[in-house]
């Protein structure tokens, strides 16, 4: 029985395996440049966040139909589940998906066909955040809030990812400020390549409930301390740093040094069909890797239902 978990560091579109993005494609008459889910699968080797970036963006063109949408969440909550996955906040790119004629209705109704009946079928409670491409403009972020204003009933809260050195949070400090004021809960990419400086922007200035990454936090003792000292969540990848490079190998992931040191951390998989590992693959891998004994495996778990907005919520609402 794997360890019940929640995912609270999953993009949506980086679930799409290679099978799948093969038979979208053929549904949609969309021509992909690799003559099959194996050579495609061998492209996903990658020097950086960029060069990862460029190809998930590439594939979803063969997204387009709320039909496409569902069957890729549905197919996610069916291998997170495997997993152990019992709760999972996933992340969608609104933007990515209207600079190509899809609509945010598609989008955000497609998601829905799975999540709405991801409890009954899958036994895994859902919410959706709707991240912001930090590398287009603030004036597109308030656009895509505004295009979002009628199914907010479906999302949870707003991120910030995306190509993260050049693009400080600051840049999105007003889209941050109307969605505190809707009542959406904050998060933001930063510390994944960008400085720690940025993760301290993404708490001041935008006033994010946790850091997704956060991994550069480790060069700023100072900065290690607040997190630790605030209780701020950190979503980590680690089967995604690697195949990113920002650590050079799994038993160099400084994982165990920031539980040692306080921090309040938690195991994703970000984009698992592209790194090589969903939920449980990443709890296993760092348990290998870093030698993680099973207290330190439950506290992982513990952490992850603690720093989900359903605890968060439901605090609310006995208040
Ligand atoms: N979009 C999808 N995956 C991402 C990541 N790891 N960092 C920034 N933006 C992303
Ligand atoms: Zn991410």
């Known amino acids: ?56 963006y590439e594939l979803m063109a063969v997204l387009r139909t709320e039909r496409d949408f569902g069957d890729l969440a549905d197919a996610y909550l069916a291998r997170a589940a495997a997993q152990g996955v019992r709760h999972a906040e996933i992340f969608f ?43 287009e403009s603030a004036e597109s972020a308030m656009e895509t809030l505004e295009a979002a204003r009628p199914y907010l009933d479906r999302i949870a809260g707003i991120g910030l990812d995306s190509a ?38 993404a708490l001041d200035v935008l006033g994010v409930e946790r850091v997704d990454h956060g991994l550069r936090c480790m060069e700023d003792p100072a900065l290690v301390e607040r997190l630790a000292r605030e ?28 539980l040692d040191a306080g921090l309040l951390c938690t195991v994703n998989s970000d984009d698992p069909a592209y790194f090589g590992g969903y939920a449980g693959d990443n709890f296993d891998a760092v348990r290998a890797a870093l030698g993680l004994g099973e207290e330190r495996l439950r506290e992982l778990a513990r952490n992850s239902f603690a720093a989900s907005f359903l605890e968060h919520d439901e605090e609310r609402r006995a208040r």
């Open 164 to 201: 993260e050195t050049g693009n400080p949070p600051g840049k999105f400090r007003e889209v941050y400020e109307a969605a505190a004021a809707l009542g959406l809960h904050r998060v933001a990419h930063a510390g994944e390549e960008g400085p720690p400086e940025y993760i301290t922007e």
């Open 231 to 258: 209780r701020i969540p950190l979503t980590l990848c680690p089967l995604s740093n690697v195949r990113l490079r920002a650590v050079d190998a799994l038993a160099d992931h400084p994982l165990a040094a920031m």
């Open 93 to 135: 790119d609104p933007q990515a998906h209207m600079a190509r004629g899809v609509g945010m209705g598609t989008v955000v109704e497609g998601l829905w066909r799975a999540l709405g009946g991801s409890q009954d079928n899958h036994g895994v409670s859902t919410r959706l955040i709707m991240c912001f491409l930090r590398d």
């Open 1 to 56: 029985m794997p360890l019940p978990k929640a995912e609270l560091h999953l993009h949506i579109e980086g679930t799409l395996e290679p099978e799948l993005a093969f038979e979208l494609a053929a549904r949609n008459g969309v021509t992909l440049p690799y003559a099959d889910a194996d050579a495609l699968r061998t492209a996903y080797r990658f020097e950086d966040l960029q060069s990862f970036l460029d190809l998930y």
